[in-house]
């Protein structure tokens, strides 16, 4: 698996869709798991055509790979945290240490670089809070260059999606 997993956007990606792309992407995110019979009924063409398409859209780079959305809370994974984590310095190697690091962290989700008032915002899932501070946040705590971390326990969940808005492409 990539290290890095976020998607640079590139300014030709417009040109390679029509309509029938982007119902084919967004049937693709309500379910992966469909077949590309039951896609095309869905958008209007064959299964074949469906397929070539699904081909071109995974070569293109736009379909980054399938997955299976698991469900933390049945798990054991009922602590959801957001931490921000500010660096001590920025022009050493504090910012490649860290990201080095935090790759190497399970139960670190997501990890974003963000401007403001902190270097990074973390997404985290634990089994517990002990787990979270214990273990979890002590550990990144100890990564050189980690100057501070805040973090905001997740009491409840209002939306929570995979599917990314795909309107601005039917333009």
Same mark, same amino acid.
Request: glycine share 8%; proline share 2%; with cysteine.
């Given at each position: 698996?990539?290290?890095?997993?976020?998607?640079?956007?590139?300014?030709?990606?417009?040109? %390679? #869709? $029509?309509?029938? $792309?982007?119902?084919? %992407?967004?049937?693709?995110?309500?379910?992966?798991?469909?077949?590309? =019979?039951?896609?095309?009924? =869905? *958008?209007? &063409?064959?299964?074949? +055509?469906?397929?070539?398409?699904? /081909?071109?859209? /995974?070569?293109?780079?736009?379909?980054?790979?399938?997955?299976?959305? #698991? !469900?933390? +809370?049945?798990?054991? &994974?009922?602590?959801?945290?957001?931490?921000?984590?500010?660096?001590?310095?920025?022009?050493?190697? !504090?910012?490649?240490?860290?990201?080095?690091?935090?790759?190497?962290?399970?139960?670190?989700?997501?990890?974003?670089?963000?401007?403001?008032?902190?270097?990074?915002? &973390?997404?985290?899932?634990?089994?517990?809070?002990?787990?979270?501070?214990? +273990?979890? %946040?002590?550990?990144?705590?100890? *990564? /050189?260059?980690?100057?501070?971390?805040?973090?905001?326990?997740?009491?409840?969940?209002?939306?929570?999606?995979?599917?990314?808005?795909?309107?601005?492409?039917?333009?």
């Amino acid at each position: 698996m990539p290290h890095n997993l976020c998607m640079k956007s590139t300014s030709n990606e417009d040109s %390679l #869709l $029509d309509g029938f $792309d982007v119902s084919l %992407l967004a049937a693709l995110q309500r379910d992966a798991y469909a077949t590309h =019979q039951q896609i095309g009924e =869905q *958008i209007h &063409l064959s299964a074949s +055509q469906v397929s070539r398409r699904v /081909q071109r859209l /995974q070569a293109a780079g736009l379909i980054r790979r399938y997955v299976a959305l #698991l !469900e933390p +809370q049945a798990l054991g &994974l009922g602590v959801r945290a957001m931490s921000y984590v500010t660096l001590t310095r920025h022009g050493g190697d !504090e910012g490649t240490a860290f990201e080095r690091e935090i790759g190497s962290i399970p139960e670190v989700l997501e990890c974003y670089s963000v401007a403001g008032e902190s270097d990074y915002m &973390l997404h985290i899932v634990c089994a517990d809070l002990a787990v979270l501070s214990e +273990q979890v %946040l002590r550990r990144i705590t100890r *990564i /050189q260059g980690v100057g501070s971390i805040r973090s905001n326990i997740v009491l409840g969940c209002i939306k929570s999606s995979t599917e990314l808005p795909l309107g601005h492409l039917r333009r």
